[in-house]
């Protein structure tokens, strides 16, 4: 099976952060290999094996003349630099497989944690245009909004515009729940599909059945369904939009 693109793209990445700890450390053991043979006096493989076994180091000069000092003092720095590269590709590595991963789930739990503590906020389930455009409204007041978006681009652009938001799926019980609709005054279906603002409304009265509900529709016939199953409000956007219009003449 082949490799998504991005799973592709998050390995390079990764191959390019541990390029240059990699490099350095590579070079540490060349650069100590190299020292061993040329002040030491031995062959390659006895030099890699001091780099291994820094004691061997001590019993060789105990059976050598030599520049003992000099060599034991070459081993100390060539070590000491090998265990700060190999600090260094290993913090790189962590970082890069599982950094943004973390950070991602922190800023979850922030935003649970802000969520629990509200009461009396609008919950604004879809952030396409609509959606986008009554948080905005709702957000220059004083009352809080929290967005359930499911899609992963316009979620993270309701984070980006300030709002608490959900990554989730709004016609599903432990979505509404989390966003805390059993203390919340308003829930939107804002979403772009009549049927799933429906549900909404259907789940959301079940759950706070003295929540405010505004549903979008998409024509008049689904005003009726939409203030049978519970909702107080419907939004027909092409209706306000034809109602502004004339308005303005």
Known sequence: MERSDSSADTDRSLLRQLLKPVL???????AGVAGFVTF???????????LLDPTSIELHFQSHDGPARLVKGYAIVVLTGLVVAGLWTGETALSAAFGGQIQTELTRMQIAQRI????????????????QTVAEQIDDTDTRVVVIEQ????YERALDDGHLALEADASREDALTDAGVKRADTVIGAIDDTNANIQIAVLASQLAPTVHLIVRAGDRQDETVARRVGADEVIIPEVVS??????RL
């Open 24 to 30: 350095a450390f590579v070079g540490l053991v060349v």
């Open 40 to 50: 030491g006096g031995v062959g390659v493989v006895n030099a890699l094996f001091w």
């Open 116 to 131: 629990k503590e509200l009461d009396d906020h609008v919950v604004v389930c879809g952030y396409g245009t609509f959606g």
């Open 151 to 154: 899609q992963m681009e316009q």
């Open 242 to 247: 034809g109602k502004q219009v004339c308005e």
